[in-house]
């Protein structure tokens, strides 16, 4: 079955950086493409980086473009969200997923940027 185990999140001020990672298991993890996403609370869950199953295209949504890199490692079965210049914005809860038939939502891993 479908296991997402997302970790790296914490407290970080405006200007700061955190690296996320997704360990995914269940799948053949190479075969798909990747999405992280996040949510705010009280606003609903959405898509802000994918990356195909080889790595070789990335799309980013207009909020986070030229700040986040996502990037996966085939061999680990992880992918991973490089976050800089944070904002107060980017404070909510990050996810990853399968963008294909997406599997059950892990716990996530709490990103607050506060001063």
């Known amino acids: 079955q479908v296991q997402l185990v997302e970790s790296g999140g914490g407290l970080v001020q405006p200007g700061g950086s955190l690296r996320l990672s997704c360990a995914a298991s269940g799948r053949i993890f190479s075969a798909n493409a990747m999405g992280w996403y996040r949510q705010a609370p009280g606003k609903e869950r959405e898509l802000v980086a994918d990356?195909?199953?080889?790595?070789?295209?990335?799309n980013y949504a207009d909020s986070v473009k030229g700040r986040f890199t996502i990037s996966r490692d085939n061999v680990k079965n992880t992918v991973y969200l490089q976050m800089n210049s944070l904002k107060l914005e980017d404070t909510a809860v990050y996810y990853c997923?399968?963008?294909?038939?997406?599997?059950?939502w892990g716990q996530g891993t709490q990103v607050t940027v506060s001063s």
């Open positions: 997923n399968f963008m294909r038939r997406p599997g059950p």
């Open positions: 990356i195909t199953s080889g790595g070789g295209y990335t």
